[in-house]
């Protein structure tokens, strides 16, 4: 049986575009799950009714793939999820046609593996931006994580001791301050010169 399944992203947009071309599929109107909800949140309770009326040779159909997940990733791991329970995906109109359900087209196989690859390209992107924005917060002075709850007195005492040679060890029983709190707010001892060069600039 096909399960259809159409979602947008607030009350005020239209469904009826995904519903005709599911409707043209041979979708009846009740095996059709709607949600007016963003992609970008996990409550979405038509798409977890349509997963959960879904049997074994069950397939279910999407306008287009960006309809079912928030991200690349997150359509191609309830496209895996689907296909260990017999399930499969179809798309009706991305430029790369998905049909999970008939392993025998290699085509469809392909599109599958793309999507993969694109997953793990977003990824990978992703992790790239989240450590610029880092980089360049830091170079600015800010500081990234938990705002810091030691005392600034405590802390400029700790640095004092680093400098004058101190081990951490020894800083921790002076100071009271947590190992794992001086490693986290601790400003990084300035770079050491290896070069003549670097004696020129300094100078």
């Known amino acids: ?44 309770p038509g798409l977890r009714e349509a ?67 694109f997953g793990q390209m977003e990824r990978t992107y992703a992790i790239e931006r989240a450590a610029h924005a880092r980089a360049v917060a830091t170079s600015k002075g800010k500081r990234i994580g938990r705002p810091s709850v030691v005392d600034p007195s405590k802390l400029a005492y700790a640095e004092h001791l680093r400098d004058q040679g101190n081990s951490i060890r020894e800083i921790v029983e002076k100071t009271g301050i947590t190992r794992s709190s001086l490693y986290r707010h601790l400003p990084p001892r300035p770079p050491e010169i290896l070069t003549a060069e670097g004696e020129r600039e300094k100078h």
């Open 51 to 117: 997963r959960d009326q879904a049997r074994d040779g069950d397939v279910m159909v999407v306008h287009t793939l960006d309809r079912l997940g928030r991200t690349v990733r997150d359509t191609l791991n309830l496209i895996h999820d689907l296909a260990e329970r017999g399930v499969g995906v179809r798309n009706l109109a991305d430029p790369i046609r998905v049909d999970s359900a008939n392993p025998e087209d290699p085509m469809s196989q392909l599109a599958v593996v793309m999507l993969a690859l």
């Open 1 to 44: 049986m096909d399960i259809g399944y159409a979602r947008v992203s607030t009350a005020k947009q239209d469904l009826d575009r995904q519903i005709d071309a599911l409707q043209a599929e041979g979708i009846a109107d009740r095996h059709i799950y709607v949600d007016r909800k963003s992609g970008s949140t996990t409550n979405r």
